[in-house]
């Protein structure tokens, strides 16, 4: 149980088709974070919410990404019109003190 | 310029002894924070460490010890004693800024992969 459930652990989706990831963190955090790992690297930021309000976006997150968190509390990553490139780990992380992370969310698009 | 750069792509260390992951790390922010984090195959990040950068001690937790040298901005993750589950990824980590109006958000490595032998 890492304090943060992210769903689902493993996508395989056709190029082209829509992804939604869900990050339930188990207890109220004030942060939320999605980040990015591709193959052979570390993970990279990608957003931030301090409660509902979305306060930083990286420059890797493109019109094709969008990310909510309608109620301060549980968050989505939608991805439109995957391509090959968007294939990796999604990782979702609360951060009260040290930032606990997701078992994260594995996209394959084929 | 990188800000976390770990230079061992790969480490072998055989059960039971020490071994030193090496992070050095690029920041003109005078309050940071240092992280080190696991991955295991099953692609989990989990905590291990972290040392701020105004800390006077250098952060231990249990096995893992952080060796902090602040002059030559690294932050080289000590295992001891390690153990075959010690075989994993290890990430280190740094937050630029203590709570400012950004988020906060934490700068990786490339990472380092540990290999624990009989």
């Known amino acids: 149980d890492t304090g943060v459930s992210q769903d689902p652990r493993h996508k395989i989706t056709k190029r082209g088709q829509n992804v939604t990831f869900r990050c339930d963190p188990i207890?109220?955090?004030?942060?939320l974070y999605w980040y990015r790992q591709t193959l052979g690297q570390g993970p990279e930021f990608l957003t931030y919410?301090?409660?509902?309000?979305?306060?930083?976006k990286s420059r890797l997150l493109s019109d094709r990404f969008s990310a909510e968190r309608p109620k301060g509390s549980f968050s989505t990553l939608e991805i439109q019109r995957t391509e090959q490139g968007d294939s990796a780990m999604y990782l979702c992380?609360?951060?009260?003190?040290?930032?606990?992370f997701g078992s994260g969310t594995r996209l394959t698009v084929v | 310029a990188q800000k976390i750069t770990q230079t061992q792509p790969g480490m072998f260390v055989q059960e039971k002894e020490a071994v030193t992951l090496d992070c050095t790390y690029d920041t003109s922010d005078p309050s940071y924070g240092l992280f080190w984090y696991k991955q295991p195959s099953s692609g989990e990040m989990i905590f291990l460490i972290y040392?701020?950068?105004?800390?006077?001690q250098n952060a231990t937790e249990g096995r893992y010890s952080l060796n902090f040298q602040k002059a030559r901005k690294s932050a080289n993750l000590v295992i001891s004693a390690s153990q075959l589950g010690d075989s994993a990824m290890y990430f280190c980590?740094?937050?630029?800024?203590?709570?400012?109006?950004?988020?906060?958000?934490?700068?990786f490595g490339t990472g380092t992969q540990l290999k624990v032998e009989l």
């Open positions: 919410f301090q409660n509902e309000a979305q306060l930083e």
């Open positions: 207890s109220e955090h004030n942060r």
């Open positions: 992380a609360i951060a009260p003190s040290s930032y606990t």
């Open positions: 980590a740094m937050r630029e800024g203590r709570r400012k109006g950004g988020g906060n958000k934490l700068t």
């Open positions: 040392q701020g950068s105004y800390d006077q």
